[in-house]
Nanobody, 115 residues
Framework: QVRLVESGGGLVQPGGSLRLSCAASGSIFRAYAMGWYRQAPGKQRELVARISSDGSTNYADSVKGRFTISRDNAKNMVYLQMNKLKPDDTAVYYC?????????WGQGTQVTVSS
């Protein structure tokens, strides 16, 4: 069973930046496409960024041009660089395989964008 641990969230003002990290256990990490998901209060969890095993990326329209997903297969890590943050980006952020989340969810990391 793969264990996912997210970190890097926090409180940031609109227009600010954060970098999220996801540590994944398991030797077959590099074979999977990975994604960052988020869940805002009262809303369903949504996939916002995906990176394939070969490094190609896809983004939800709401974050395109502001967020960048990357991965380091040697370290079993996935990252999400978030720039120009907006209040609507406030949510708990999770990583998992994408577009289908196969593994148990981690605890997530809270991102709050507020002045």
């Amino acid at each position: 069973q793969v264990r996912l641990v997210e970190s890097g969230g926090g409180l940031v003002q609109p227009g600010g930046s954060l970098r999220l990290s996801c540590a994944a256990s398991g030797s077959i990490f590099r074979a999977y496409a990975m994604g960052w998901y988020r869940q805002a209060p009262g809303k369903q969890r949504e996939l916002v960024a995906r990176i394939s095993s070969d490094g190609s990326t896809n983004y939800a329209d709401s974050v395109k041009g502001r967020f960048t997903i990357s991965r380091d297969n040697a370290k079993n890590m996935v990252y999400l660089q978030m720039n120009k943050l907006k209040p609507d980006d406030t949510a708990v952020y999770y990583c998992n395989t994408a577009p289908d989340p196969y593994h148990s969810w981690g605890q997530g990391t809270q991102v709050t964008v507020s002045s």
